[in-house]
């Protein structure tokens, strides 16, 4: 478990849930790790994450290069987006958590974190936390992750329903839950790790340095001319998680904004109107994906003075 001290400032790295456009995600941590000159997790306290976030996320929190992910993300992500059924794409996913997170559990992790999923029952937030003080109550029966494997908890934070099955994870207690997409109810963690430092580490609002990063915002693809009725009315049920989710981003940063105007912040989630951008979460061209991840190399480049101030 981590025990690392408390330190000013206070640094905190949160990912959006975007699935392949993690892609954008990864440009951007590719330059700020160049920027700092070592690994992610040594320089940030708290990494949260959602969805395609939770999975990046995770992997900083176990001590993995960007380089290391991107790696990754380049074997399997494309595999997993170009399959239609739900089934078989978390069957993918499984594998996907299997290959990368082995029997890792919470208490592996070198820095805090946070993986965000959406209870389906009973329609609240589950977050799986590998440290007691970021309990906000409850700490006399707490676990790492509820006792669950990192892998079963990143699965279940990227289950974006009905695209993905949902995914039942059993808690140490015997508790059986079943999860979905943690973008559902944060898709920017960001007020959710924020809330974390401030209520229950006590970190003082004018301590904190956030960075929150986004996949960025495209222009949704079109169907081809001559397409079948069922891959037309498939793309637009994509377009309708894809438009639910942005709405949860923009909200959630709005509400962020307002409740910690105080906390210094950089957010960094470009908007690309190109026609040649268009693209979604499903997005499985290793060469778009490739640009949408040049793209976020270029968004750092914007606020590259100001991380320098958090983070050196």
Not at 51 to 69: C, K, Y
Not at 110 to 137: C, M, Y
Not at 232 to 252: D, G, R, W
Request: one cysteine or more; proline letters at 4%.
């Amino acid at each position: 478990m981590v025990t690392r001290q408390k330190s000013k400032p206070y640094r905190i790295l949160s990912l959006d849930g975007g699935g392949a456009k993690g892609f954008y995600t990864l440009g951007v941590l590719a330059e700020i790790e160049g920027l700092i000159g070592c690994r992610l997790h040594e320089r940030f306290d708290l990494v949260f994450g959602t969805s395609t976030g939770s999975i990046i996320g995770s992997m900083i929190a176990l001590g993995m290069s960007v380089d290391e992910i991107h790696d990754l993300y380049k074997k399997f992500v494309p595999d997993i987006m170009k399959l239609k059924k739900p089934n078989d794409k978390s069957a993918k996913l499984a594998e996907l958590a299997k290959e990368i997170f082995k029997n890792a559990k919470f208490d592996d992790v070198k820095t805090a974190v946070g993986v965000v999923t959406t209870n389906w029952d009973i329609e609240r937030p589950l977050i799986f936390k590998a440290n007691i003080s970021q309990a906000h109550g409850r700490k006399g029966t707490f676990q790492p992750g509820f006792g669950v494997s990192i892998g079963d908890a990143v699965q279940a934070s990227c289950s974006a329903f009905p695209f993905f099955a949902p995914k039942t994870v059993t808690k140490a207690n015997g508790d059986e839950v079943k999860l979905v997409d943690g973008g559902y109810c944060a898709n920017n963690p960001t007020l959710y790790a924020i809330a974390d430092a401030t209520g229950s580490l006590n970190i003082a609002h004018q301590d904190l340095r956030v960075v929150s990063v986004g996949v960025g915002v495209y222009p949704s693809p079109k169907a081809p001319l001559f397409s079948k009725m069922y891959w037309a009315k498939y793309l637009l049920s994509v377009q309708l998680l894809q438009k639910t989710l942005e709405i949860n981003t923009q909200s959630m940063d709005q509400l962020r904004s307002i409740l910690f105007k105080d906390v210094p912040t950089v957010r960094i989630s470009d908007t690309f109107e190109q026609p040649e951008m268009a693209t979604d979460l499903f997005e499985h061209n290793l060469k778009k994906l490739n640009m949408l991840r040049q793209r976020g190399r270029e968004s750092f480049a914007k606020v590259e003075s100001t991380l320098k101030d958090f983070l050196l």
